[in-house]
């Protein structure tokens, strides 16, 4: 039954009823149920693992941060720690090795080029580098296929498609096992009389030599006009 407030209750038939009536805040009444004045926290899970920390004054310290920059000021951090993972360049062995390399101005530079054809230029390689191994004799390859050249250098000497080229000046050797000397050539043969050709006319004129070293071979054929020519004296050809 409710007692009046004039009869000195608070008109309330419940217990939360009678303290909104008398205007008991939620402290006010743990402090009076508690009795001499003690205040008591509601029971909460989280206050009550918080209480069975032993906390320290610097860990206590970020319960009245104001917000993220404060509290990463509080710890330290730099501007690093506020940045997007993805900026930034994943760790990788290779560069890695990079950064522990002192590079040149040159070396970086290769970095740069737009393609091989630069690479080259910039290594100053030539035109025999973009060659196919194949077409070439290589040092492996003579060593297996040709009898080895022992001393000297081998110059004046070209070879081209099985054929062998001799300067066209002679380079004489006094070796007498040296081959130094090889030309072909053309002349014309004709027939004096007692060291005049007068009144000599040919149908032809052929004549062909070869130079071997010192030794060298003639060849040649004559066809006269002359039905009956005069006999020919020691002497009297003249190539």
């Known amino acids: 039954m409710a007692i009046r407030i004039q009869e000195g209750g608070t008109g309330q038939t419940t217990a939360p009823g009678a303290r909104i009536a008398l205007g008991l805040s939620d402290a006010e009444i743990i402090a009076i149920a ?65 950064a522990a390399l002192t590079t040149t101005s040159y070396g970086r530079g290769l970095l740069e080029l737009a393609d091989a054809s630069a690479a080259r230029t910039a290594l100053a390689l030539g035109t025999m580098a973009t060659e196919t191994a194949a077409n070439y004799l290589t040092t492996a390859s003579a060593d297996t296929t040709y009898l080895p050249l022992a001393g000297g250098t081998l110059t004046g000497l070209l070879t081209t498609n099985g054929q062998i080229a001799f300067p066209a000046t002679q380079n004489a050797s006094s070796d007498p096992n040296t081959l130094d000397d090889y030309e072909e050539g053309s002349w014309t043969p004709g027939i004096t009389f007692g060291g005049a050709a007068v009144g000599v006319t040919y149908a032809s004129q052929t ?27 020691p002497g009297d050809w003249n190539p």
């Open 34 to 98: 508690g009795g001499g004045g003690t205040f008591y926290q509601p029971l909460d899970s989280d206050l009550t693992a918080i209480a069975a920390l032993t906390t320290l004054s610097y860990g206590r310290g970020f319960l009245v941060r104001s917000d993220a920059a404060a509290s990463r000021t509080y710890l330290g951090l730099g501007t690093m720690a506020s940045e997007t993972a993805t900026s930034y360049q994943p760790i990788d062995s290779d560069l890695t090795a990079i």
């Open 207 to 233: 004549g062909q030599y070869t130079k071997v070293g010192r030794v060298g071979h003639v060849g040649f054929t004559r066809q006269s006009n002359q039905e009956q020519p005069e006999p020919c004296q």
